[in-house]
T-cell receptor
Framework: GNSVTQMEGPVTLSEEAFLTINCTYT??????LFWYVQYPGEGLQLLLK?????DKGSNKGFEATYRKETTSFHLEKGSVQVSDSAVYFC???????????FGKGTTLSVSS | DTAVSQTPKYLVTQMGNDKSIKCEQN?????MYWYKQDSKKFLKIMFS???????INETVPNRFSPKSPDKAHLNLHINSLELGDSAVYFC?????????????FGDGTRLSIL
């Protein structure tokens, strides 16, 4: 079946450090891939998405590229801020689009 | 204006009780969902509705019954609450059913069973 695997957290960084959160997936067909962010006490917000191989999603300085050959969708940001502290979820939507399948989430903590 | 709103935000109740969580979206979306987030933050789909019709039910106990009176609402009723039902429940919606459709989430309902 379809599944998403994310790197275990927590990830602790200093402000302005480079961020990578790894995400790999298993799916049949051609899924769409998403990154969502959850700030404390809030719901999930869409951060970025990519719908086909080699697409790059980007938003608020975050980027991720859909790599079909490595079945990966790693999240990167060149310089993190304290305000980026949150839980990040990688997710896929299969071709039927009936639901999102989430990874277990990675907690990011950025200190000044 | 809140796009996807859930009530209540917190729900504390005793084992064996029956409770409901309401969800409303004002985005004009056709598809709505319920997800459960456990204490380790893992999110799992429970139900998916498209145009008021159930399209997915992910092996959820039949104590959980979703009801969609119209496209803008998807409520969740839970009978005979158990300790294992303690979690955060998220409602979400998308424009339509489809792999490219991003989902918009509510802020969640934290259910605690005593």
């Amino acid at each position: 079946g379809n599944s998403v695997t994310q790197m275990e957290g927590p990830v602790t960084l200093s402000e302005e450090a480079f961020l990578t959160i790894n995400c790999t997936y298993t799916a049949t067909g051609y899924p769409s891939l998403f990154w969502y962010v959850q700030y404390p006490g809030e719901g999930l917000q869409l951060l970025l998405k990519a719908t086909k191989a080699d697409d790059k999603g980007s938003n608020k300085g975050f980027e991720a590229t859909y790599r079909k050959e490595t079945t990966s969708f790693h999240l990167e940001k060149g310089s993190v801020q304290v305000s980026d502290s949150a839980v990040y979820f990688c997710a896929l939507s299969d071709e039927a689009g009936t639901a999102l399948i989430f990874g277990k989430g990675t907690t990011l903590s950025v200190s000044s | 204006d809140t796009a996807v709103s859930q009530t209540p935000k917190y729900l504390v109740t005793q084992m064996g009780n029956d409770k409901s969580i309401k969800c409303e979206q004002n985005l004009g979306h056709d598809t709505m969902y319920w997800y459960k987030q456990d204490s380790k933050k893992f999110l799992k789909i429970m139900f998916s509705y498209n145009n008021k019709e159930l399209i997915i039910n992910e092996t959820v106990p039949n104590r959980f019954s979703p009801k969609s009176p119209d496209k803008a609402h998807l409520n969740l009723h839970i009978n005979s609450l158990e300790l294992g039902d303690s979690a955060v429940y998220f409602c979400a919606s998308s424009q339509e059913q489809g792999r490219n459709q991003p989902q918009h989430f509510g802020d969640g309902t934290r259910l605690s069973i005593l």
